[in-house]
């Protein structure tokens, strides 16, 4: 489905159906040598007081994202700044409004940061962003700046493991860095077999490795845990470690919700498009997807029909990026 995927005919835009204004609100990413990111706190008497956030603020009627977030770190923080590539657009949800989160790289700026209003400013290493409490729309732009963009989800293997193991291989080589092993129709030690391979690999390339569904192989050989949708509800608390990564596959809002409540890092969303496993099926489109991201505050990768060519639409969409089984197995 194109970008420009409608929601079904029959309901209204959602912001239309609960009188919603949208405030859209341009923010940068503002970065020293030494890799640090500018935060501000949120002053007292506003929304989301004692927050930290990224600097910026809203964009005025007539006004360019780009203007808009020059013009406001002038006037927040003093500096002057050439705009960079975008990162994330999020779209959420909050009391009375939605708000669309414009966040951009700032490539160069001149000038000393100073709270010009008032704010306190951090700047914080990327590992240390996590510490700082922020907005529900700020989640997935952290996610977006720490976690990789690309989720592969492995094939089956068919009857041919020496090719899935040379195929993982190459998508490693190719810049994959977060994996979930999901393979069916193996036995008991081919599975061990291919899971041993992937996890030393893994390991070897500094790549996050995930395993379907299997909490406890997942305890056992200390990779995250991704759950299928339909045990999203086996658990109510989280079923690994805090320190486990854990992952979900979500369908709808109610999937999205339990899979927050649960703690997971990030989450799964879909089918975006139509896939080669589900042919005749049509996906959610990028609308509806948008449209849940908004009550979500999680990280979430697309899936259906997703490739590398599609990253750019789904940050537009305020997803983390895509996730897939064909669209990012290497050809070969
Ligand atoms: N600048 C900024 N705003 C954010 C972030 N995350 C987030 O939810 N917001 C929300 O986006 C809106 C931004 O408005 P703002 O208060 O900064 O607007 P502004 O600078 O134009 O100031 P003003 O309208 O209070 O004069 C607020 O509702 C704020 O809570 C973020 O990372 N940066
Ligand atoms: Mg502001």
Known sequence: MSDSARPPPNLPPRERREGHRTVHVAAGVITDPRGRILLARRTEGRD???????????VEPGETPEAALARE?????????????ALINVPQAYPGKRLQLDVRHVA???GTPKGREGQALAWVAPDKLARYPMPPADVPVVGALLQPDRYLVTPSPGDDDAAWCAQFDAALAAGIRRVQFRVHGVDADRRRALFAHAHARCRKAGAGLLVNGDAALAQASGVGLHLRAAQLRAFDARPVADDVTLA????????????QALGCDFVVLGPVAETASHPGQA???????AEMRER???PIYAIGGMG??????ARRHGAQGVAAIRGLWSRR
């Open 48 to 58: 989301l007081a004692g927050l930290w956030e990224f600097p910026g603020g809203k």
């Open 248 to 259: 979900a596959s979500c369908h709808d809002d109610e999937d999205l919700a339990l899979a």
């Open 296 to 298: 979500t505050s999680l």
């Open 283 to 289: 996906g959610i489109g990028w609308a509806r997807f």
């Open 308 to 313: 590398p060519q599609d990253i750019a639409v």
């Open 108 to 110: 160069a700026w001149r």
């Open 73 to 85: 770190l002038h006037e927040e923080l003093g500096i002057d700044i050439d705009v960079g590539a």
